[in-house]
């Protein structure tokens, strides 16, 4: 899902800014609202655990370039499931940050980009599981059908954001339409895969159930909202 350096600049960069700006509030709104009601010190570890997590998804998995983007194994429901929104969102965009910082420097001019694309749809997620996932159901519990749902959101909502990002850089034209389509079709890839890698994890955390580990995971991993 990274976008190449090019494909937004100049005055463009400014709507990157602005949605940037917009996720990083509605980021801190989350986490304020968690924290409401939540242990601080397990709010951070699962920052940091989603951190590592965001890094290794990024930097250590098979990655490639296809179209007008890369495809990557983001496990971004994977994250939200085990850690919780406002963690899974702040893991994201850190773990994205050092990334670019270490690795990938020529990715940093696209951060803002980029990080859009990885936290809209989190949110997105985020309230279709309010929405319709029972309160009196733990997330470990889901059914396969429960997580695809979450996972296409999630996907489909990051090659959408690519798609925009490419037009809206680039312009509506046949190559960029066509690396566009490219870009999705592989992508796709991802999402047959993630709700099976979302499926494994719940069934080995639902295995260790267990009250010390709960301070690890989000509570309603474990628990009823």
Same mark, same amino acid.
Do not use: C
């Given at each position: 899902?990274?976008?190449e350096?090019?494909?937004?600049? !100049?005055?463009?960069?400014? &709507?990157?800014y602005?949605?940037?700006?917009?996720?990083?509030?509605?980021t801190?709104? =989350?986490? /304020?609202?968690?924290?409401?009601?939540?242990?601080?010190?397990s $709010?951070? #570890?699962?920052?940091?655990?989603?951190?590592?997590?965001? $890094?290794i $998804? @990024?930097?250590?998995?098979?990655h &490639?370039?296809v179209?007008?983007?890369e495809?990557? +194994?983001?496990? !971004?429901? *994977?994250? +939200? #499931?085990?850690?919780?929104a406002?963690?899974?969102?702040?893991? =994201?965009?850190l773990?994205?940050?050092?990334?670019?910082? &270490? +690795?990938?420097?020529?990715? =940093?001019?696209m &951060? $803002?980009?980029?990080? *859009?694309?990885?936290?809209?749809?989190? /949110?997105?997620i985020?309230?279709?599981?309010?929405? /319709?996932?029972?309160?009196?159901?733990?997330?470990?519990?889901? %059914?396969?059908?429960?997580?695809?749902?979450?996972?296409?959101?999630?996907? !489909? !909502?990051?090659?959408?954001?690519?798609? +925009?990002w490419? /037009?809206?850089?680039?312009?509506?034209? %046949?190559?960029?339409?066509?690396?566009? #389509?490219?870009?999705?079709?592989?992508?796709?890839l991802?999402?047959i895969?993630e709700p099976? %890698?979302?499926l494994?994890v719940? %069934?080995?955390?639902?295995?260790?159930?267990?009250?010390?580990?709960?301070?690890? @995971? *989000?509570?309603? =991993?474990?628990?009823?909202?």
């Open positions: 899902m990274h976008i350096p090019g494909v937004v600049d !100049g005055a463009k960069m400014a &709507f990157a602005a949605t940037a700006a917009g996720a990083a509030g509605y801190a709104k =989350l986490a /304020f609202e968690e924290l409401k009601s939540h242990n601080a010190a $709010f951070a #570890l699962r920052t940091v655990m989603a951190t590592v997590g965001t $890094f $998804f @990024f930097e250590v998995l098979p &490639f370039a179209g007008v983007s495809v990557h +194994f983001i496990l !971004g429901t *994977t994250l +939200f #499931l085990l850690m919780g406002a963690p899974a969102a702040l893991g =994201l965009a773990g994205l940050l050092v990334q670019g910082a &270490f +690795f990938a420097p020529n990715d =940093l001019p &951060f $803002f980009v980029n990080v *859009t694309t990885l936290l809209v749809p989190l /949110f997105a985020s309230a279709l599981a309010n929405r /319709f996932i029972p309160r009196d159901k733990a997330y470990v519990d889901l %059914a396969y059908a429960d997580v695809l749902k979450l996972s296409a959101m999630y996907q !489909g !909502g990051v090659v959408a954001w690519v798609a +925009f490419a /037009f809206y850089g680039q312009g509506v034209g %046949a190559e960029t339409a066509q690396s566009v #389509l490219t870009f999705g079709a592989a992508y796709m991802v999402v895969i099976i %890698a979302d494994a719940l %069934a080995g955390a639902k295995a260790l159930r267990s009250d010390k580990l709960s301070g690890l @995971f *989000t509570g309603r =991993l474990y628990n009823a909202a």
